[in-house]
Structures are given as C-alpha cells and as structure tokens.
C-alpha cells in the first residue's frame, strides 16, 4: 500500500523565482491539505483541496496556489519567493476530509531560498 | 480560535525512564479531535493516536499512554520505558468539526524534542 509520496526532495531557488512542489496521496485517499513547517516549528495548514476544488485556506497569501488532478494529485505553486518561504513543505492525504479523519503526511521537500 | 500548545520545547531522558510529553489546546468547538504525530529526524510525519472529544477514555498501546482530559484541556501522551529510538519531535494537533465550509485543517502545536539517551 503505497503511501503520501511527494517530489522533488529538495529544492534550491533564488528570490523572485517560482516553484512547483508535487504530491501524490496514499491510495484511496481524496482530500490533499499542504504545510509548511519553518525549521524550529509545527506544521502550518496553507489550504486543501477535494474534488480539485481547494475547500480551505490558511493564513497565506495569493503568491501560495494550488491544484488538485482528476486522479486526486495535487501541486504547490510559489510564486515570487522571498527568503522566508525556505522551509520543509509537507503534503497530507485523507479519506473524505472530515474533521475526524486522520491526515496521512509524506516525507517533505525542503525548499531552500537564496 | 484554535490554539495548542506544548510548554516543553526539549526534554532529555535516559533509556528505559517514563517520559511524558505535555499538550494544552483551545477551542469554542464542542465536538474535535486530538492527534499525537511523531517527527523522526527524516521529517515525515508519522501518526501516532487520534481522540475525539466525547471520549475521555484513555488509551494504551505498547509503551505508549495518552491522558485526556477535558476539564483541563490537556491531551498527554506518556511513553514507558524510552528507547533510543523514540527519540523525535512530537506534535499535538487539533482538528474542529465547525469549520466552515468543511474539511480537516490541522493546528499544530510547536512541538517537544525528545532525546533519549544511552
């Protein structure tokens, strides 16, 4: 049973750059959330995405965007880096999306801006 | 709003001492749900338990405990008899059932490093 898989691992850009992070849900999973997580810090919910519709967002802005595939897949779109968007970007998959269901994450990409 | 907090930043034991990892939460909601997650040093988050809030029983499983109790807020996760490999940071979460709109958005708390130590 194949897991929360994300790519790339790691990621270098420079300021003003744009990034793209993939992810792929654990299988029979339909609800994909996005965190970053800064070194030192929990993870913070940037928004998730059902039925390739994002049905909530967290406290980030326009520069953060996203979009989820027919086969339940989803990207992270980062616009204009700055330095403070370095972090670990962890994607999570559910079934449903309901507030009891449990969130699944994959091992990361660390996104590193110079 | 929602908040979780987790008071210890880091705590060192020695193998085979009891640790317990304190989590402290807030909410107006009358219904959510409390998760423990484990980050071992590769990052991935790894799910440990989850509670719902009309469920005050506590839990054992293995080595692991977890104490809730809602006249305190607290959701407490023990672990008996450390082992080296326990060693990771743990994060308490909050997941509320009002959200607007619906879904399960998590709010973490900073986290508690744990080092267990030979």
């Known amino acids: 049973d194949a897991g929360v898989t994300q790519s790339p691992t790691h990621l270098i850009k420079t300021r003003g750059q744009q990034v793209t992070l993939r992810c792929s849900p654990k299988?029979?999973?339909?609800?994909v959330s996005w965190y970053q997580q800064a070194l030192g810090q929990g993870p913070q919910f940037i928004f998730q995405y059902y039925e390739e519709e994002e049905r909530q967002r967290g406290n980030f802005p326009d520069r953060f965007s996203g979009h989820q595939f027919p086969n339940y897949s989803s990207e992270l779109n980062v616009n204009a880096l700055l330095l403070g968007d370095s972090a670990l970007y962890l994607c999570?998959?559910?079934?449903?999306?309901?507030?009891?269901?449990?969130?699944?994450f994959g091992p990361g990409t660390r996104l590193t801006v110079l | 709003a929602q908040k979780v907090t987790q008071a210890q930043t880091e705590i060192s034991v020695v193998e085979k001492e009891d640790v317990t990892l304190d989590c402290v939460y807030e909410t107006r909601d009358t219904t959510y749900y409390l998760f423990w997650y484990k980050q071992p040093p590769s990052g991935e988050l790894v799910f440990l338990i989850r509670r719902n809030s009309f469920d005050e029983q506590n839990e054992i499983s293995g080595r692991y405990s977890w104490n809730f109790q809602k006249s305190t807020s607290s959701f407490n996760f023990t672990i008996t008899a450390s082992q080296v490999v326990d060693s990771a940071v743990y994060f308490c979460?909050?997941?509320?059932?009002?959200?607007?709109?619906?879904?399960?958005?998590?709010?973490f708390g900073t986290g508690t490093q744990l080092k267990v130590e030979l």
């Open positions: 999570a998959s559910s079934l449903g999306g309901n507030p009891s269901d449990t969130q699944y």
């Open positions: 979460a909050l997941s509320e059932a009002s959200l607007t709109g619906g879904g399960n958005k998590l709010t």
């Open positions: 299988s029979g999973h339909d609800t």
